[in-house]
């Protein structure tokens, strides 16, 4: 079993609409919780992180982290072309300075 | 907001040869880095974890003597791919924590020829 588990895509969503991305995680002890957004060639960027269970809003993205399900989502609102990239979703345990553990990633498209 | 320095952004070497790439934090003390490798359409996998002043854990299946990591003061911290080969050409990414979450380096692409 994996440690980090994302829905593999590609996703693609037309302009404007509401992107979901899913990520479960193995460790029940994880304690952190990120989404970075990787474009093709380029490292990754944080979007969100999120370290209690609920809903997280800045701007368009919304996290989600449900511990008891150890479930984590990301929804993207109003998508954007420029949205289109990787999504990668990072579980860390325990102490924030500990290693990340890192899905393989969710590809999403956003056509015009 | 925090920002780490990667260079070089890429680099093309011969096999046999050595290559060193540095990751600087710039505007925080690091005083742990982390260092990913990463093939195409492939996610991140971590390779060492290097802390100031101390010697790097690596990862299962990483050979230490192969990828040399240094990581000598707060906002420096190295790793040389040493006697390269093709099949070490790829995506290497460094990331440290600053505070707020974790924070990447631009990444050096690194192809063996």
């Known amino acids: 079993q994996k440690e980090v588990e994302q829905n593999s895509g590609p996703l693609s969503v037309p302009e404007g609409a509401i992107a979901s991305l899913n990520c479960t995680y193995s460790?029940?002890?994880?304690?952190?919780f990120f989404w970075y957004r990787q474009y093709s060639g380029k490292s990754p960027e944080l979007i969100m992180s999120?370290?209690?269970?609920g809903d997280k809003e800045d701007g368009r993205f919304t996290a989600q982290l449900n511990k008891a399900s150890q479930y984590v989502s990301l929804l993207i609102r109003d998508s954007q072309p420029s949205d289109s990239a990787t999504y990668l979703c990072?579980?860390?345990?325990?102490?924030?300075?500990?290693?990340?553990?890192f899905g393989r990633g969710t590809q999403l498209t956003v056509w015009p | 907001g925090a920002v780490v320095s990667q260079h070089p952004s890429w680099v093309i070497c011969k096999s046999g040869t050595s290559v060193k790439i540095e990751c600087r934090s710039l505007d925080f003390q690091a005083t742990t880095m982390f260092w990913y490798r990463q093939f195409p359409k492939q996610s991140l996998m971590l390779m060492a974890t290097s802390n100031e002043g101390s010697k790097a854990t690596y990862e299962q299946g990483v050979e230490k003597d192969k990828f040399l990591i240094n990581h000598a003061s707060l906002t420096l911290s190295t790793l040389t791919v040493t006697s390269a080969h093709p099949e070490d050409s790829s995506f290497y990414i460094c990331s440290a924590n600053a505070g707020y979450g974790y924070t990447f380096g631009s990444g050096t692409r690194l192809t063996v020829v």
């Open positions: 990072a579980v860390g345990r325990g102490s924030t300075l500990g290693r990340l553990y």
């Open positions: 460790d029940r002890g994880s304690q952190s």
């Open positions: 999120i370290y209690s269970n």
